[in-house]
């Protein structure tokens, strides 16, 4: 089976304790594994609201396809990978083993962050166009701003 990729954008929302980063991590692993893209994690964009949680989220989804790769029978995502990609065990461990090859060398193209991380990026990215300084920050302080707003 070629196994197909899944496309457009996917909202997960759930209390502390329900296995969000579970189902997560599964959904990234997910769109990894059915892209025939060498690079797939460079297509994939993951935001979260905590450093912690995308810290957790990074670690995890490098743990599971270190396990993936070393014998998919292991994995608590396996069942979940193979109806959501239409994959053998096989093809998903094969498949494992060249997305960690490829996320060793390629680890800083793994976008797993915070909003507030990606709209800060996207704003520098946009400066100029936007026309800020170039050395401009965020400011969070809702009395200043009122302040400043005021005056």
């Known amino acids: 089976m070629v196994g197909r990729m899944p496309t457009g954008f996917r ?20 769109c990894c594994l059915a892209s025939q893209d060498p690079f797939p994690f460079r297509r994939i964009l993951a935001l979260t609201f905590t450093n912690k949680a995308a ?15 070393d014998g998919p029978s292991d994995s ?23 997305l960690r090859r490829d996320l060793n060398r390629h680890y800083g193209e793994l976008s797993i962050m ?18 800020l300084e170039h050395d401009f920050s965020v400011e969070l302080d809702t009395h200043r701003l009122l302040e400043a707003a005021v005056d």
């Open 55 to 69: 810290q957790e989220m990074k670690n995890r989804v490098v743990q599971e396809i270190e396990v993936l790769a």
């Open 76 to 98: 608590d995502h396996l069942a979940g990978l193979m109806a959501e990609t239409e994959l053998d065990a096989d093809e998903i461990g094969r498949r494992a083993r060249n």
């Open 11 to 30: 909202v997960m929302g759930a209390s502390a304790g329900s296995g969000k980063t579970f189902r997560l991590v599964e959904a990234y692993l997910s």
């Open 114 to 131: 915070t909003l507030d991380k990606f709209v800060g990026g996207l704003v520098r990215g946009f400066a100029n166009d936007l026309q």
